[in-house]
């Protein structure tokens, strides 16, 4: 017997249709769509599901103005939606808290915190002005019967509004994940207005937790596309970071768990975190010592909940089944099927204007054109006297736009007489006049279709735009990677004779100490047969055996050379190369020779900034070899790929390599930022931007007090003391520096220029060291300007508006300066300064300042006073950087 008379056999009718496959094969597509049609999919002509479009039903049968028991509302529900209360329940408050359909009373929890609703018993609600304007209107509205067949509900709701696209919905179908994000009310209406005109529109998300939005991978909301969605975090000061709104669908609660997460795991560093959110998200994060606020603020979007990325996929239910769309199709078919009810609206108005019109028409004849007296004459039967009247009505049938029948003719004997007595003809005629104007009012609108559903938008932004404005920003950023932003929370190991990496040292033989790494790092191995591989940091791991150099890897690192001298092949020729390792498939194993057997790596380098150093070759002793020492310089070898040969170096066996000389960089100048809420140097753009620095290159710090020093451009410096400015140095660079000697014999004001000069770590005093004196400015201007205003005896003098390039010379950094007047100052300062002449620019755009110093006298010297001459300004101090 084959398998597929097996199974036929299994379902067969009778009995054996209950077993499984029976089942799964009769049942189960039946159960797919109910739960596809009845439970999970939103409808595209309203944009609601079965038990939300059964909760507004319920509530408008009920609408009285007045807000209902939450718990009255579940039970109303239950009649039209065969299902439990939670369901109802659940969905009730999540329509309450997107604050478009719902107005509540009392507490219905917070999606800030994540705080659930209270009972429902507790809680009470009713329809918003708005569903009451959009929602509903019962004339144009299709119905069918409810499942027990005990009454009436809507196959859909008439809504004019894309609210789908409002409020968003999510649900999970039978191998389907349903997830349309919530857009902002005021797009909606504007994009509507757009697609009737049949003009180009865009829309993204709006998040009603707000956080920043990048949507370049949006797709219209469509499967495969991804937004990813940030936090907004700002730094309070040094120590302390705030975040001010979190990305949609977490809670505070959720976000504060990843945080806390990441610093137990060591991925971020902080000593608390706080909660004061309410109406507003209010986290507040403090940072541990020596943590840069910036590197942390990076660190948490890659590592924590305050970035998630979100997979949008939009399906609607359409025409009976489900059909993915984008939200620009579903905008458009919205605005559409708006237009469509406003026609059904209008038809139905203006046939009720047209009985209306018709009706009171009647009335008039009847009563002007006295037709009413024939029912004074004797006639044998109602009938007869019905039809004598009818008879005298249609000699007026050109009087009115429709044909007179029985109705008509019931309608108007059922008058009673007294309004037969009472009856205006006037009143009648304003009444006519009055339904034409709104008849032709009705046909107009029919006839501009378009143009009157454009109004109807306009009016609905215009009454309720201003409680919806953007809360989310939409932005594009580029992707984290953690391993930059993480702390280094592990320490990484090698045993390099057995092949062993790891950051648990316990678990490995004669390891050694490489490098600080964090958990997440990625590592790359070479091996002495020129093998190397890139792999993830774990506890242990065999990587191979003979290890020369382990590293942290980093993709796309264009600065890290490694310089390597290699055999090719047992007894073959020698090969030197230097190259790069930027990208790389993980696991995958490489070669970094030609891959011949005996291949080996004679000598190894990896260098952080790209130096190239020089080598010592001692070759074997060999007939015929008349050298048998060589120097070589990597410098003079060009950075290749990393499968390059390299170049021929030596066909002779080489016996021992040796370093000769340690090199400079060779590949340009390396971007150095200084992040002053750590007082560090680093390469990740994070605080000012000194410059691109060079071997040789250092760094200027200025104190407050007065004193400088230099350092090199380490990323380990630490920089201490109440910090001013911190540059590159430029040696050329002419600073003008205002100071006050608080020398007892001086007290003064003086003036200097000069430039600034290497210390070597060294402080060294540019101003005056006798106790009491201190920096009052400091401009690096080409022709700055101060002003000295007068205090004492010489109060009433005018201010004084020096030049400081004319007034003093350039000299050294250990000069006294000149003293800024001989009268009683009361306080200097630095304003605007000269302008530079344009001219001079022209000539050379890289101004040396102290060459725009004309030759002048030895002004000081001229000075009446003898304080103002040229004065050493003591010894320099140790500083200790480190």
Not at 112 to 123: E, H, K, P, V
Not at 375 to 381: G, I, Q, S
Not at 483 to 506: E, H, M, R, T
Not at 583 to 600: E, H, M, P, R
């Amino acid at each position: 017997m084959d398998k597929e008379s097996k199974y036929n056999k299994l379902i067969e009718a009778g009995e054996n249709k209950y077993k499984l496959p029976g089942m799964y094969k009769d049942w189960f597509l039946d159960y797919a769509s109910y739960v596809m049609l009845d439970r999970a999919v939103p409808y595209i002509e309203d944009g609601l599901k079965p038990v939300q479009r059964r909760i507004l039903h319920a509530l408008k049968l009920n609408e009285d103005g007045r807000t209902h028991k939450v718990a009255g509302i579940v039970g109303d529900t239950m009649k039209f939606h065969p299902h439990g209360d939670a369901s109802i329940y659940e969905a009730l408050v999540s329509m309450q808290q997107k604050d478009l359909l719902i107005d509540g009373q009392g507490n219905w929890g917070n999606i800030l915190t994540g705080d659930g609703a209270a009972a429902m018993r507790y809680i009470e609600a009713k329809l918003s002005q708005f569903a009451l304007e959009v929602v509903f209107n019962p004339k144009i509205t299709e119905w069918t019967p409810t499942y027990d067949k005990s009454s009436v509900e809507p196959v859909t709701l008439p809504v004019k509004f894309p609210l789908l696209l409002a409020q968003g919905s999510k649900g999970i179908g039978v191998g389907l994940k349903i997830l349309i994000l919530p857009h902002n009310f005021n797009e909606l209406l504007d994009a509507s207005i757009a697609a009737l005109k049949g003009e180009e529109y865009d829309l993204y998300p709006d998040f009603p937790t707000g956080g920043t939005a990048d949507c370049s991978k949006y797709m219209g909301g469509m499967r495969g596309g991804r937004i990813k969605v940030r936090s907004t975090i700002t730094k309070r000061d040094k120590k302390t970071l705030v975040i001010e709104d979190i990305p949609f669908g977490e809670t505070t609660e959720s976000v504060i768990a990843s945080i806390v997460a990441a610093n137990e795991s060591g991925k971020i560093k902080i000593k608390k975190v706080d909660d004061y959110t309410s109406d507003h998200v209010e986290i507040v994060i403090q940072l541990a010592n020596d943590i840069s606020p910036d590197k942390t603020i990076d660190a948490l979007y890659a590592c924590t909940n305050c970035e998630v990325s979100i997979s949008p996929n939009t399906v609607v239910i359409k025409d009976g089944r489900p059909e993915f769309m984008t939200v620009n199709e579903v905008l458009k078919y919205s605005a559409l099927h708006t237009k469509d009810l406003f026609e059904k609206e209008l038809n139905v108005t203006l046939g009720e204007l047209e009985d209306l019109w018709h009706k009171t028409s009647l009335e008039k004849i009847f009563f002007e054109k006295k037709v009413y007296k024939i029912l004074e004459n004797d006639a044998k039967t109602w009938e007869q006297q019905l039809k004598d009247v009818k008879d005298g009505m249609l000699q007026y049938q050109n009087l009115v736009r429709k044909p007179i029948v029985d109705d008509d003719i019931l309608m108007l004997v059922e008058k009673p007489v007294r309004k037969i007595s009472k009856f205006d003809i006037k009143a009648a005629d304003e009444k006519i006049k009055e339904t034409d104007k709104k008849i032709d009012e009705v046909k107009k609108n029919l006839a501009n279709l378009t143009s009157y559903t454009v109004k109807y938008f306009q009016h609905l932004k215009k009454k309720y735009g201003d409680r919806y404005p953007r809360r989310t920003k939409i932005d594009e950023f580029e992707a984290i990677q953690a391993q930059k932003v993480v702390v280094a929370n592990a320490k990484l190991y090698a045993s390099k004779s057995d092949g062993f990496v790891g950051i648990d040292p316990k678990k490995m033989d004669n390891c050694e100490y490489v490098c600080d790494c964090s958990d997440i790092d990625d590592i790359i191995v070479f091996m002495k047969n020129g093998d190397y591989v890139v792999t993830t940091v774990r506890d242990k791991a065999f990587i191979g055996k003979d290890i020369i150099h382990v590293g942290i890897f980093k993709k796309g690192d264009k600065r890290t050379i490694y310089n390597v001298i290699y055999r090719d092949g047992k007894g073959g020729n020698y090969f030197v190369k230097r190259f790069s390792v930027t990208g790389i498939t993980k696991k995958k194993v490489y070669n970094l020779t030609q891959g011949k057997d005996g291949s080996a790596v004679m000598w190894f380098s990896a260098n952080a900034n790209g130096e190239a150093e020089s080598v010592k070759i001692q070759y074997r002793m060999r007939p015929k070899i008349k050298k048998l020492n060589d120097i070589f310089d990597f410098a003079s070898l060009m950075v290749k790929g990393r499968d390059s040969r390299g170049n021929l170096l030596s066909k002779n066996p080489i016996q021992k390599i040796t370093l000769k000389a340690k090199g400079g960089s060779t590949i340009g100048g390396k971007a150095i930022w200084f992040d002053a809420d750590i007082n560090r140097l680093n390469d990740t753009e994070r605080g000012l931007y000194l410059g691109e620095f060079v071997d040789g290159d250092q760094v200027l710090v200025i104190l407050k007090n007065g004193h400088y020093y230099t350092t090199s451009f380490d990323l380990v410096n630490k920089y201490q003391g109440d910090i001013l400015q911190v540059e590159k140095l430029d040696v050329n660079a002419t600073y003008s520096v205002v100071y006050f000697d608080g020398n007892k014999k001086n007290n003064f004001f003086y003036v200097k220029r000069f430039s600034f000069e290497p210390s070597e770590n060294v402080d060294q005093c540019f101003i005056s060291d006798s106790a009491g004196s201190y920096l009052v400015g400091i401009s690096k201007d080409v022709y700055p300007r101060i002003q000295v205003t007068f205090k004492g005896k010489n109060a009433s003098h005018a201010e004084e508006i020096i030049d400081v390039a004319e007034f003093i010379g350039k000299k050294g950094f250990r000069a006294k300066g000149k003293r800024v007047s001989s009268l009683e100052v009361g306080g200097v300062e630095f304003i605007e300064p000269i302008p530079v002449p344009a001219l001079e620019l022209e000539d050379d755009d890289n101004v040396v300042i102290e060459d725009l110093d004309t030759p002048e006298l030895d002004v000081e010297e001229e000075a009446p006073q003898s304080e103002d001459k040229e004065e050493p300004m003591g010894d320099p101090i140790e500083l200790t950087l480190f």
